[in-house]
């Protein structure tokens, strides 16, 4: 029997949270000088396999096939990511016109669901700053994805900060077996650190490490309290990271941007070079549903690139081309932002502007209107049939436009909730 496919559709109200994302997101972009591109939907296959971007489990759950048209039998996929394609984008368009570019993108992703049955298709809206290896082109990415969510009122967000590359120096030094080494960085994943005590009982300097990822702290001050006790030849290597993290968390603390650092976020170790973060709706890590945006510092993804397409370099900058991104995960945010919805109960917020006057000069004042409601955040709707005394409570508010008979072209028929008199103090005459 065929199994039922789940759809991935957006329903009418998921499409107006989602143009409410794709246009607050778009503004930020504007605002910092990210320029938009659209990478296919159908990349080759080894830009994700062969630069280990992707973790075991996500690489399972891609979906391949031969394309026997376009690119000659190539092995391609049905993009799960859009940071190896957007590099490799700039590798092929962008490098040798100007290193440093700030790119955003709105695009979808597909791949395998967990039982293998159907293909999930993702929405994310991410940006990618290529180039720069400043920390504050760090602080900048952290700004502009806990500043979007602020002003969709995820209000409780929680920022969760980490840097890789420490932690994995770290084991790396305690640990001499690679396998050992990749056990440990599981169960530090899982957040399961009574086995990773376990694993590293008896180890000299042990203890620093699982110090480090039990205790949380939210300021700069409490990770140099901390990094103090990484004295030693053996610590050096990551002193640089350390000095970093600690500027970034003395840039959010003058922010007055609250973040919980956790170092147990790691993520793709391979992937990820600096900082890395999560911003999740609730107060724990416990579920990738509540994850609302996420990202981090990646230098060496684009020197790779290069060398997978065969593209030269200048040996100059032959290790590294720095860059930081992030991207938003819009389907669980339009699942929040549903819960938000609900509890304000919306339901009376929506306003009927009846045009009872059908020349242009009316169809123009009906326009305005609407488009000034939807900026204050209310639904508002031009009709050109009379609404019925009997359905204004259904309304917020029911405008009548007519540029003839009205001094201002409008007048209100109903308000319920939304306060009339205010309304008319921000439309004002916009007659004429």
């Not at 759809?7 to 246009?23: A, G, H, K």
């Not at 100007?98 to 597909?110: A, D, P, R, S, T």
């Not at 890590?285 to 030269?312: P, Q, T």
């Not at 405008?399 to 103090?425: A, M, S, W």
Request: proline letters at 3%.
């Amino acid at each position: 029997m065929k199994a039922n496919r789940k759809p991935n559709d957006l329903n009418i109200q998921d499409v107006e949270y989602f143009r409410t994302i794709e246009s607050m997101f778009m503004k930020r972009c504007r605002q910092f000088g990210y320029q938009e591109i659209k990478t296919g939907t159908i990349q080759p296959l080894h830009i994700y396999t062969a630069l280990g971007t992707l973790n075991p489990s996500r690489l399972s759950r891609m979906y391949s096939f031969i394309d026997w048209d376009g690119w000659s039998g190539e092995r391609v996929v049905l993009k799960p990511d859009s940071s190896p394609s957007v590099v490799r984008y700039y590798a092929e368009n962008l490098f040798e016109k100007q290193e440093k570019q700030k790119l955003c993108y709105v695009e979808n992703h597909f791949e395998w669901s967990d039982t293998g049955e159907n293909i999930s298709e993702r929405w994310q809206c991410g940006v990618e700053n290529i180039g720069d290896q400043s920390v504050t082109s760090d602080i900048e990415i952290l700004f502009m994805a806990q500043d979007i969510l602020e002003e969709m009122e995820f209000l409780d967000r929680n920022i969760f900060l980490s840097y890789p590359s420490i932690i994995r120096h770290i084991v790396q030094t305690l640990v001499f077996s690679k396998d050992q080494q990749k056990k440990v960085l599981d169960e530090i994943k899982g957040q399961r650190f009574d086995q990773v005590k376990t694993m590293l009982s008896g180890v000299d300097k042990a203890p620093l490490l699982i110090r480090l990822l039990e205790t949380k702290g939210n300021t700069a001050s409490y990770l140099k309290n901390i990094f103090e006790s990484f004295k030693g030849p053996e610590f050096e290597a990551i002193y640089e990271d350390m000095d970093r993290l600690i500027s970034i968390c003395d840039h959010l603390d003058r922010m007055e941007c609250k973040y919980l650092i956790d170092f147990s976020l790691i993520g793709n170790l391979d992937y990820y070079t600096g900082m890395q973060f999560q911003i999740f709706s609730k107060a724990s890590r416990k579920s990738n549903s509540d994850i609302l945006c996420a990202g981090g510092r990646y230098d060496h993804l684009a020197v790779e690139m290069f060398k997978l397409l065969n593209k030269e370099i200048d040996q100059k900058i032959s290790e590294i081309i720095p860059a930081v991104g992030f991207a938003l995960y819009a389907k669980n945010v339009i699942r929040h932002l549903r819960m938000i919805s609900k509890e304000k109960s919306e339901d009376s917020q929506h306003i009927s502007i009846y045009l009872s006057q059908l020349g242009p000069d009316s169809m123009k004042i009906g326009q305005l209107l609407s488009d000034i409601l939807a900026d204050m955040g209310l639904s508002a709707t031009i009709t050109l049939k009379p609404v019925s005394k009997d359905n204004y409570s259904q309304y917020g508010a029911v405008i009548e436009v007519d540029h003839e008979r009205f001094p201002c072209g409008y007048q209100f028929l109903y308000e319920k909730t939304i306060n009339k008199y205010i309304l008319n103090y921000i439309l004002g005459d916009i007659n004429g």
